[in-house]
């Protein structure tokens, strides 16, 4: 089985920041990419910031210039460093990881972690 598990969220003040991460562990061979999504209260889930295995990264509109999307292979861990955070950005972050979890099987698969509350509030 694999597991993925978020910490860092809390309560920060407008123009604070955080730095989220989300360690991966269990049958894993490789990550195939790794992404952060969020999901406010009434609104649909949205793809915050991705990374692959080549370390590409994309982001969205809304946070780009703000947030930060790194990976530490060695540690099969993501980290979403969140600066001048606004009230908008209020959610719960979830990470999810494509991950092929043997070397001789030939698919992989999404996994989702149980999410980490944000709140930009003063």
């Known amino acids: 089985q694999v597991q993925l598990v978020e910490s860092g969220g809390g309560l920060v003040q407008p123009g604070g920041s955080l730095r989220l991460s989300c360690a991966a562990s269990?049958?894993?061979?490789?990550?195939?990419?790794m992404y952060w999504y969020r999901q406010a209260p009434g609104k649909q889930r949205e793809l915050v910031a991705g990374i692959t295995s080549g370390s590409i990264t994309n982001y969205a509109d809304s946070v780009k210039d703000r947030f930060t999307i790194s990976r530490d292979n060695a540690k099969n861990t993501v980290y979403l460093q969140m600066n001048s955070l606004k009230p908008e950005d209020t959610a719960v972050y979830y990470c999810?990881?494509?991950?092929?979890?043997?070397?001789?099987?030939?698919?992989?698969?999404?996994?989702w972690g149980q999410g980490t509350q944000v709140t930009v509030s003063s």
């Open positions: 269990g049958s894993i061979f490789s990550i195939n990419g």
């Open positions: 999810n990881g494509i991950i092929k979890r043997y070397e001789k099987e030939s698919t992989t698969f999404s996994y």
